[in-house]
T-cell receptor, first 114, second 115 residues
């Protein structure tokens, strides 16, 4: 079945460091890919998405490129801030069963220190 | 505009009791999902409603779990005879129907603790 694998956390960085959170997927066909973020005490928010191969999603300085050849959707940011501390979830939109349900990775906790 | 709302935000119950969790989707959104976020299982799909079609219940973990959606809007997730392993955050999400790449918008969740 469809699945998403993320790098395990927690990831601890200093402010202004470069961030990469790896995400790979297994799916039938060409799913849409998403990054969701969960800030402390808040609900899941969509960070960015890409719907087809070679698309780049971007938002708030974060970027991820849909790589069909490597089945990957790695999240990057050039200079993180303390306010980026959160849990990040990679997800794919599954067409299995025609529900469009999201299949999530296990989440990666990012802690940014001043 | 108003987002997805869920109530209660927190629920503590005793093992064996029934609980009901409520979700109010974004107005006009025809698709509604329930997910569960737990330490052991991560984020997992539970059930899907689309308009007046029969729901997809393939993610429900046992027959103690059920859900309904009245009038194509508000949804209630019911857990009967709760067990400690039901402790989790229950998330509701909704999306529009137009197109295949629509974003799912999540509510803040209900944190359920079964003692």
């Amino acid at each position: 079945g469809d699945s998403v694998t993320q790098m395990e956390g927690p990831v601890t960085l200093s402010e202004e460091a470069f961030l990469t959170i790896n995400c790979t997927y297994t799916a039938t066909g060409y799913p849409s890919l998403f990054w969701y973020v969960q800030y402390p005490g808040e609900g899941l928010q969509l960070l960015l998405k890409a719907t087809k191969a070679d698309d780049k999603g971007s938002n708030k300085g974060f970027e991820a490129t849909y790589r069909k050849e490597t089945t990957s959707f790695h999240l990057e940011k050039g200079s993180v801030q303390v306010s980026d501390s959160a849990v990040y979830f990679c997800a794919l939109r599954s067409f299995s069963g025609n529900t469009g349900k999201l299949i999530f990775g296990q989440g990666t906790t990012l802690q940014v220190k001043p | 505009g108003a987002g997805v709302s869920q109530s209660p935000s927190n629920k503590v119950t005793e093992k064996g009791k029934d609980v009901e969790l409520r979700c109010d989707p974004i107005s006009g959104h025809t698709a509604l999902y329930w997910y569960r976020q737990s330490l052991g299982q991560g984020l997992e799909f539970l059930i899907y409603f689309q308009g007046n079609s029969a729901p997809d219940k393939s993610g429900l973990p046992s027959d103690r779990f059920s859900a309904e959606r009245t009038g194509g809007s508000v949804s209630t997730l019911t857990i009967q005879r709760t067990q400690q392993e039901d402790s989790a955050v229950y998330l509701c999400a909704s999306r529009t129907r137009a197109g295949s790449t629509d974003t799912q918008y999540f509510g803040p969740g209900t944190r359920l603790t079964v003692l």
